[in-house]
């Protein structure tokens, strides 16, 4: 998969450092050259000074073969320009932009663009958007039998009770994020589209999960 990533600072780097390991095409684009030596000496993808909303520099990194865009910059404004020109022009298949101001959330959502506030866990979040089933589980609990994970919402659980998901010793919701921002459902939470459970479940039960979660939106 080939990837693109706006910014070259904390996050963009480790996205970067990441993606490499997954063994993934990467470009990366900074406006400022010496942001790059945030990279890792042993860094094989490309380098391009520039902004990321520029059709020339997105040309040069690749953006017809894009799969996944990322938008991480220090600035809201140009990450989501950037976002909408990647998901809008070129139609790259998952875009993902952080934002500094929460309240904004919503509306990029509506544009279809997946955010990403600025959070411990930012890298994470951007992964697990951009390659939801490479990445690894989030946390173990002491011996690792019983782990907390992320899991985008399947369509087929779109508009049924958050608290349908709970299966007694197997899984259990802990929360739900809904554009950024965390809560814990109550019995009448509603599951919209878009939304990221947060999920402990038995290790053992992993494997079968998601194809279990989806049977929920099956009519019985």
Same mark, same amino acid.
């Not at 959070?119 to 994470?124: A, G, K, S």
């Not at 197997?170 to 459970?197: C, H, K, M, N, Y």
């Given at each position: 998969?080939? $990837?693109?990533?706006?910014?070259?600072? *904390?996050?963009?780097?480790?996205?970067?450092?990441?993606?490499?390991?997954?063994?993934?095409?990467?470009?990366?684009?900074?406006?400022?050259?010496?942001?790059?030596?945030?990279?890792? #000496?042993?860094?094989?993808?490309?380098?391009?000074?520039?902004?990321?909303?520029?059709?020339?520099?997105?040309?040069?990194?690749?953006?017809?073969?894009?799969?996944?865009?990322?938008?991480?910059?220090?600035?809201?404004?140009?990450?989501?320009?950037?976002?909408?020109?990647?998901?809008?022009? @070129?139609?790259?298949?998952?875009?993902?932009? =952080?934002? @500094?101001?929460?309240? =904004?959330?919503?509306?990029?959502?509506?544009?279809?663009?997946?955010?990403?506030?600025? &959070? *411990?866990?930012?890298?994470?979040?951007?992964? =697990?958007?951009?390659? #939801?089933?490479?990445?690894?589980?989030? @946390?173990?609990?002491?011996?690792?039998? &019983?782990?907390?994970?992320? $899991?985008?919402?399947?369509?087929?659980? $779109?508009?049924?009770?958050?608290?349908?998901?709970?299966?007694?010793?197997?899984?259990?919701? $802990?929360?739900?994020?809904?554009?950024?921002?965390?809560?814990? #459902?109550?019995?009448?939470?509603?599951?919209?589209?878009?939304?990221?459970?947060?999920?402990?479940?038995? *290790?053992?039960?992993?494997?079968?999960?998601?194809?279990?979660?989806?049977?929920?939106?099956?009519?019985?």
């Amino acid at each position: 998969m080939h $990837v693109i990533i706006a910014g070259c600072g *904390r996050v963009g780097s480790e996205l970067a450092t990441n993606l490499q390991r997954l063994g993934h095409s990467i470009a990366i684009v900074d406006k400022n050259r010496k942001a790059f030596e945030r990279l890792k #000496p042993d860094f094989s993808g490309k380098t391009i000074v520039g902004f990321a909303f520029d059709r020339e520099v997105l040309t040069e990194a690749g953006i017809e073969e894009a799969n996944a865009f990322a938008a991480v910059t220090s600035g809201d404004n140009s990450n989501i320009l950037a976002a909408r020109v990647a998901k809008d022009h @070129y139609r790259v298949s998952q875009v993902v932009a =952080r934002i @500094y101001d929460p309240r =904004r959330a919503q509306i990029y959502q509506r544009l279809g663009i997946q955010t990403v506030a600025t &959070v *411990r866990w930012t890298t994470d979040q951007i992964l =697990r958007s951009m390659i #939801p089933d490479e990445v690894p589980v989030e @946390y173990t609990v002491d011996n690792g039998e &019983v782990v907390v994970t992320a $899991v985008p919402v399947p369509a087929e659980i $779109v508009g049924k009770k958050a608290l349908q998901v709970d299966t007694p010793a197997l899984r259990r919701v $802990v929360a739900i994020s809904r554009f950024g921002v965390p809560r814990i #459902p109550d019995g009448d939470f509603t599951i919209q589209e878009g939304d990221i459970l947060y999920l402990s479940a038995a *290790r053992g039960h992993l494997a079968d999960m998601d194809e279990e979660i989806k049977k929920i939106g099956q009519p019985e």
